[in-house]
């Protein structure tokens, strides 16, 4: 039976400056709390991984074995692509899916005004999502990294370029925008190598 499969990855960047005084507000709060969220420069940038305020910048993607494409620039139509894409999904593969880019992506939809539908993000399984990650350790702790799993099964690892995940804010306020989707795209070609050897399917 043939399945349609799709591999996939974002990078997203910290909430832009517009945001910042409502942000600031969320800052006051948690030191008002006790809670020590660094300086609001920091905090700011940990934004990146928080749906409610950061933003996806690129999408990366790949149906089966398909050419890999990468898409970048308004935000919900970025999102509204994610979705037309999922709706001839049956499986969806990426590294770390489940507590990051899936959970990302319908935070952002929500926020932005893109309809959304419905994708089980439940542990312990690996259908309608294969998590890289969450399979490789099966479901152990300490999770894995990209790069070290690249590593170990002899795969050319995605990192080491221009551009890394820690470098993607700064690449976009340098415009760099090429080069975040290049970085994103070969994420993605890696994560479809390490899903076909953990599936023995290469």
Same mark, same amino acid.
């Given at each position: 039976?043939?399945?349609?499969?799709? *591999?996939?990855?974002?990078?997203?960047?910290?909430?832009?400056?517009?945001k910042?005084?409502?942000?600031?507000?969320?800052?006051?709060?948690?030191? /008002?709390?006790? @809670?020590?969220?660094?300086?609001?420069?920091?905090?700011v940038?940990?934004? /990146?991984?928080?749906?409610?305020?950061?933003?996806?910048?690129?999408?990366?993607?790949?149906?089966?074995?398909?050419k890999?494409?990468?898409?970048?620039?308004?935000? =919900? @139509?970025?999102?509204?692509?994610?979705?037309?894409? %999922?709706? +001839?999904?049956?499986?969806?593969?990426g590294? +770390?899916?489940?507590?990051?880019?899936?959970?990302?992506?319908?935070? !952002?939809s929500?926020i932005?005004?893109? @309809?959304? %539908?419905?994708? /089980?993000?439940?542990?312990?399984?690996?259908n309608?999502? *294969?998590?890289?990650?969450?399979?490789?350790?099966?479901?152990? =702790?300490?999770?894995?990294?990209?790069?070290?799993?690249? @590593?170990?099964?002899?795969?050319? /690892?995605?990192?080491?370029? %221009?551009?890394?995940? =820690?470098?993607?804010?700064?690449?976009?306020?340098?415009?760099?925008? !090429?080069?975040?989707?290049?970085?994103?795209? =070969?994420?993605?070609?890696?994560t479809?190598?390490?899903?076909k050897?953990?599936?023995?399917s290469?």
């Open positions: 039976m043939f399945m349609s499969k799709l *591999f996939l990855d974002i990078e997203t960047i910290p909430v832009e400056k517009e910042h005084p409502v942000l600031k507000e969320v800052y006051d709060r948690a030191l /008002s709390d006790g @809670k020590k969220p660094g300086t609001f420069e920091e905090y940038l940990q934004t /990146s991984f928080d749906g409610a305020f950061g933003r996806i910048i690129c999408l990366g993607w790949a149906v089966n074995d398909e890999i494409q990468s898409m970048s620039g308004d935000e =919900k @139509k970025i999102l509204e692509k994610f979705w037309e894409l %999922s709706r +001839n999904t049956d499986l969806f593969i590294f +770390n899916l489940l507590d990051f880019d899936l959970r990302f992506i319908y935070q !952002r929500v932005v005004g893109v @309809k959304t %539908s419905e994708i /089980s993000l439940a542990y312990y399984r690996n309608p999502v *294969f998590d890289v990650m969450w399979e490789w350790t099966k479901w152990k =702790k300490p999770t894995a990294k990209l790069d070290t799993l690249a @590593k170990a099964l002899g795969l050319e /690892s995605s990192k080491g370029g %221009s551009i890394e995940g =820690k470098d993607v804010a700064q690449a976009y306020e340098e415009g760099r925008i !090429r080069e975040i989707c290049e970085y994103c795209e =070969k994420d993605v070609e890696l479809r190598k390490i899903y050897r953990l599936t023995f290469d």
